[in-house]
């Protein structure tokens, strides 16, 4: 069912140019490898395609939407056997990403058929206004056009080929060229698949989507820089999406770069939440340190909480629980190696004490727990930094004032999470102010692997967990990300464009 092509604009295209897949179990496969004139053509048919699915009816995207999950339902074996292959992620978790897959798309497609997100507002013509009448203005939100999309290697679904980025691109009416991860193909490819008859049966301009596998930085140079692109989505390291997005900053037209960066997600854990549930608190930490071999960017990395007695218990629970983890792959041998440097890295700092540790397989990752106190973790930077993989490092404050002085000094995170008993409420309102201006997303009381999708769910942060604090990749808001305001102007309503008349009414 693979052909290891790319698809561009409804055409399977193959080239000579190749790179070998590297699966975690099974045999390698060739793929055709990403070339800058492949990028050039998807691209050129995005625009294309833009001129009429821009002003398709809401109720045209939705249908569409709809179509492209069932599309990929009905491959779900396929797509579960290879990405398991690829991936080394396990069946049950393949399965769950699908459904979340699939899920949003379905929730996408409700969403803009109730079309509150398109803000539209009416000021009605007031022409006997003295001293001067006002015109009559009708404001709405439209795509702004071809959306440029990079696979995540961490989530071979949900992230990647039609995943958030890819869905809400094409809620909002924009065409999307995806660059699909080296990691997973092949899922790319039954996904690309699934994408391509939905378009079909839908009788969409086949540029509405294109599919350009793996290829070099040249090719995702190409694709930023194209000035046909309008916007770009990313999920992926700091370094790679730094560079992405001072890429589209010099671009003769600067266009939009909404990169989804990783952080280290502090946990802090009050007084009497430790007194009185610090065992507890531990297993749960250990647990979502190990959920999928830390590889997601909500992994709760650091924990922070007032040293004594109840945090020597915490600290033996939890090196006990993550002592007791086995070995889970990891999902490419590049992953692996890099969380091997930065465990490496982190125990060679002064100050910090390794109380979890063991040696692995060349793509396998057993957990980290290392131990250092606030003054050192707040004056090394290294420390503060994210480490891919289910490694955890826990500070012991000397007070609780110092939870304080962390939340002043850490950087932008995707969520600042609290464990709080009803006796720390005083304190932990004293918190607040400082850790929302760092976090997208604050939770009491839970860990925050696992991001629900719906209409509340922030997937952001300031800076450098995303390249745009006023953003979500995840949730329905994710769409506003490739939508633009237009007012218009004593506009005769047949003449506004991709609008139900009573919608404007």
Known sequence: MLTGCHLIAGEWVDNA??????????????????????????????????????WTTRAERAKFLRAVADEIDARGAEITEVGCAETGLPEM????????????????????????????????????????????????????????????????LAFSTAGGDTASALAAGCPVVVKGHEAHPGTAEIVAQAIDAAIKSCSM???????????????????????????????????????????????PEPIPFFGELGS???????????????????????????MGAGQFCTNPGVVLL????????????????????????????????????GAEKIAGEAGVEELVGTACATRGAKPYMFVTDAENWLGNKDLQEEVFGPLGIVVKLKNIEQMQDVARTIEGQLTCTIHIDAADHAEARKLMPLLERKAGRMLANGFPTGVEVCDAMVHGGPYPASTNFGATSVGTMAIRRFLRPVCYQDMPLELVPGFEMEEMA
Not at 116 to 141: C, N, V
Not at 216 to 240: C, D, M, N, Y
Not at 269 to 290: K, Q, V, Y
Request: proline share 6%.
């Open 93 to 156: 978790r393949l399965n769950g990403e699908r459904g979340r897959t699939v899920g949003q798309l379905r929730l996408f497609a409700d969403h803009i058929e109730k079309g509150e997100y398109l803000d539209i507002t009416h000021d009605e013509a007031m022409p006997d206004r003295a001293p001067l009448p006002r015109p009559d203005l009708r404001l709405s939100q439209r795509p702004v056009g071809p959306v440029a999309v990079f696979g995540a290697s961490n989530f071979p």
């Open 264 to 290: 280290v997600n502090p946990n802090f854990i009050f007084p009497n939440a430790l007194a009185n549930r610090g065992d507890a608190i531990a297993a749960g930490w250990a647990g979502s340190l190990c």
């Open 17 to 54: 140019q190749k790179f070998e897949s590297s699966p975690f179990s099974g045999s390698a496969q060739s793929y055709a490898c990403g070339t800058t004139e492949l990028v050039d053509r998807a691209v050129k048919a995005a625009e294309d395609a833009f001129m009429t699915f821009g």
């Open 306 to 341: 007032v040293e004594g007695a109840e945090a020597d218990a915490f600290i033996t629970k939890a090196q006990e629980a993550l002592g007791a983890t086995g070995e889970q792959p990891m999902l490419t041998d590049g992953i692996a190696a890099a969380y091997r440097s």
């Open 205 to 251: 301009h086949p540029g509405v989507f294109s599919l350009v596998q793996g290829g070099s930085r040249e090719v995702g140079t190409a694709l930023v820089q194209h000035p046909l692109i309008k916007a770009v989505g990313f999920t992926g390291s700091l370094a790679g999406g730094r560079a992405l997005f001072d890429l589209c900053a010099s671009r």
